[in-house]
């Protein structure tokens, strides 16, 4: 099946620690993003990509970090300097510039909490 | 940026009987994508219907349809014979045909269905 992959479902992250999120998706698809989602709010983005090795940062990028070494992926990490990480954080994809009209795919998310 | 707005946090329906979610949005661009997803309490992202604005005809999928009026950037969403499935958060948003592969998405609207 074709799809997006977030893990783990759960996370929990000590004071000082540094966390990593991942996202996989085997949709060919060469747009990928990471948003983040508090309680009761809308979507804020974080990091987006558009190709391999090219990313760009979102509204709210301070104290996150990403990479994207392989189409597939495009994980997420979540640094000590961001000082308030409680969050839904959801990856989402599409096709970019070969499917305009094409909707974003999103995976199951990641719920992080602080310990 | 393109800004989305939803100006209706919350609403209510009795089930069996049509509801309509309200979106405007801010664009100089003629051409790009709208889109309605829904967020159920399990959090997944749903898409539930798209619109092109250079199609004249509004989109329906099944019970849902909306109201395209481009001259006042409003992409309202209705919602016929409400079921208590469709109890959910609800987000509009926003995609240029042109540049970049980034969403924009609004607040969204809780839609909860009365029995």
């Known amino acids: 099946d074709g799809g997006i992959t977030q893990s783990p479902k759960y996370l929990f992250r000590k004071e000082g620690q540094n966390v990593t999120l991942s996202c996989e998706q085997n949709?060919?698809?060469?747009?990928m993003y990471w948003y983040r989602q508090d309680p009761g709010q809308g979507l804020r983005l974080i990091y987006y990509s558009q190709i391999v090795n090219d990313f760009q940062k979102g509204d709210i990028a301070e104290g996150y970090s990403v990479s994207r070494e392989k189409k597939e992926s495009f994980p997420l990490t979540v640094t000590s300097a961001q000082k308030n990480p409680t969050a839904f954080y959801l990856c989402?994809?599409?096709?970019?510039?070969?499917?305009?009209?094409?909707?974003?795919?999103f995976g199951d998310g990641t719920r992080l909490s602080i310990l | 940026a393109q800004t989305v707005t939803q100006s209706q946090p919350e609403m209510s329906v009795q089930e069996a009987e049509t509801v309509t979610l309200s979106c405007t949005y801010d664009t100089s661009e003629s051409d790009y994508y709208l889109f309605w997803y829904k967020q159920p309490p399990s959090r997944q992202m749903i898409l539930v219907i798209r619109?092109?604005?250079?199609?004249?005809q509004n989109a329906t999928e099944n019970r849902f349809s909306v109201n395209f009026q481009k001259a006042a950037k409003s992409f309202s969403l209705k919602i016929s014979d409400s079921q208590l499935g469709d109890a959910a958060m609800y987000f509009c948003a926003y995609r240029s045909a042109f540049a970049g592969n980034q969403f924009y998405f609004g607040t969204g609207t809780s839609l909860t269905v009365i029995p």
């Open positions: 949709l060919n698809h060469d747009a």
């Open positions: 619109q092109e604005a250079y199609k004249q």
């Open positions: 989402a994809t599409s096709p970019g510039t070969t499917g305009w009209n094409q909707p974003q795919h």
